[in-house]
């Protein structure tokens, strides 16, 4: 009871330090990614600090994966170069041992990582994914900062407005240059408004001037209006519009079991299958001399869940392209990780060695 109840404590407390330190970290990455974002017209502004949680919850199956890993490797190597681990084995415990209470800690982290693979990083995507589609329709005129010349959202006419105007559909002297069939046209007006006719929004444009020259040098057109509509941005409700894989649902997945749906599913599966295999390659890895420290112990470690996770990735774009099936990838990537995990914890259990397998076949001679 003793030996379960100092480990646990323990794992608790360096657990909860590196979750930490990890969330801090990606949450600072991950708000310059979407200022950038921001700064480029891809997310709202005002929706910058929402978009970074939303991404932060996206990547907690790695980041809980990768403190549980960390604190396992952390707290077994500070046994070992503590001394304790000696002791341990002394009285009668061997390495094998330590795998009850290490997964008796874990399974509540392996479940909580099952729940953000399955159904919070889709969910989290599919927010993210809807606020930027929302960003993206926006009209024309609410694209446009009073005094700049600014693209629309299909990149085909610049606009220049003098938006006086409180209500975000209206603005006033409006400038618009654009390129059709061969053709520079500018139209200018003292006021224009949105419009809504069926899903579409049009610019309506009142008392202007429209001016139409060919690229190639040739006749100018020049008509005036009192009342001039063109479309503008994107439909309102483009219900046809296909959302990403990584933002779809996991029953969706299985309902739909195309070649990419079923690599972004392997990923999801693979990360809970992937947190399994890191609590017993921890237990394996994290053995160390104490008298060379513990340094290239854990950059050691963090080497290898930095090749398994990418290898994960890897096989994701693989099945998702079908070049490998999914089963014969999990099989091989998660069941190899699993095989090679429970033979190098045997070598350390029972203090295996080439010596120790070669001295029976030189007795018997």
């Not at 995507?125 to 700049?148: A, C, F, H, K, L």
């Not at 105007?165 to 007006?189: G, K, L, Y």
């Not at 009192?226 to 029953?251: E, F």
């Amino acid at each position: 009871m003793l030996f379960h109840s100092s480990i646990r404590k323990e794992l608790s407390r360096s657990f909860g330090a590196t979750l930490v330190v990890l969330i801090t970290i990606v949450m600072t990455m991950m708000l310059i990614r979407t200022l950038g974002l921001a700064a480029k017209g891809s997310v709202n502004p005002s929706e910058v600090f929402l978009v970074m949680t939303y991404t932060v919850l996206g990547y907690m199956p790695t980041i809980l994966s990768l403190s549980l890993f960390i604190a396992i490797v952390g707290t077994l190597s500070r046994m070992y170069r503590d001394s304790e681990m000696v002791i341990w084995f002394s009285s009668g415990r061997g390495l094998a041992d330590f795998a009850p209470p290490l997964f008796r800690f874990a399974w509540p982290i392996l479940l909580l990582i099952a729940v953000f693979a399955l159904v919070g990083w889709p969910w989290a995507n599919s927010q993210t994914q809807g606020m930027r589609d929302q960003y993206q329709r926006r009209s024309d005129i609410e694209r446009v900062s009073p005094g700049e010349f600014r693209e629309s959202s299909g990149r085909l006419r610049v606009f220049f407005i003098d938006k006086d105007s409180p209500d975000s559909a209206t603005a006033s002297n409006v400038f618009i240059s654009s390129i059709e069939r061969n053709r520079q046209i500018v139209t200018s007006a003292q006021s224009g408004r949105i419009e809504s006719i069926g899903d579409t929004r049009y610019l309506m444009l009142s008392n202007g001037q429209r001016l139409e020259r060919p690229l190639i040098p040739g006749e100018i057109k020049i008509s005036e209006f009192q009342s001039y509509g063109a479309k503008v941005g994107s439909d309102i409700d483009p219900a046809n519009r296909a959302s990403p894989v990584r933002a779809r649902t996991t029953l969706a997945l299985l309902r739909e079991p195309s070649t990419p749906n079923r690599g972004e599913l392997a990923w999801r599966i693979g990360m809970v299958l992937a947190a399994i295999n890191f609590v017993l390659l921890a237990l394996t890895v994290s053995s160390s001399n104490p008298r060379v420290g513990r340094s290239g112990n854990l950059l050691f470690a963090l080497g290898a869940f930095v090749l398994y996770y990418n290898l994960l990735n890897l096989g994701q774009n693989w099945v998702g392209t079908g070049r490998y099936s999914m089963g014969g990838f999990m099989l091989a990537l998660h069941g190899g990780a699993l095989a090679l995990g429970l033979l190098w914890l045997a070598k350390r259990h029972f203090n295996w060695s080439w010596r120790s397998i070669r001295s029976p076949a030189r007795t018997s001679t």
